[in-house]
């Protein structure tokens, strides 16, 4: 939670390993890759399925920024979640008439000759 918690990549079948550079272990500010909060509000965003109550983990930290006594590193604790809806501040009022004059829908995400489906080029598939 706030970025405290140790490196992920540091432990192998729960077991502490060294780091991955000696900076880990002279400087006291690198502790942690992300903060819990901040990667799960992305991953919900994304709408990749999680198991996890995202509101319940942004109250878990403010509950341990106040346990802590200072602002720890997750911006979502102080940001909140995404608006889905965007935020008026950043809407891009152009997009809507260049969507259409190259003929897309106004809610279309990606061009209709792509498909539904990625394809990987043929010079990049695996031979």
């Given at each position: ?22 900076y ?7 502790v942690?890759?992300?903060c ?8 919900d ?14 109250k ?10 200072h602002?720890?590193?997750s ?14 501040k ?31 080029p043929?010079?990049?598939q695996?031979?």
């Amino acid at each position: 939670m706030g970025g405290m918690g140790g490196q992920p990549a540091n432990f192998l079948d729960d077991c502490p390993v060294p780091g991955t550079g000696e900076y880990y272990y002279e400087d006291p500010r690198y502790v942690g890759l992300t903060c819990l909060e901040d990667m799960l509000v992305q991953i919900d965003e994304m709408g990749i399925e999680h198991g996890y109550d995202v509101d319940h983990v942004l109250k878990l930290g403010r509950l341990m920024e106040k346990t802590a006594g200072h602002r720890l590193r997750s911006e979502a604790v102080i940001n909140g979640r995404t608006l889905k809806e965007g935020h008026m501040k950043f809407a891009r009022p152009g997009l809507k008439p260049l969507k259409e004059k190259q003929g897309e829908e106004p809610k279309q995400l990606l061009p209709k000759e792509w498909g539904d489906n990625a394809v990987l080029p043929e010079k990049y598939q695996p031979k």
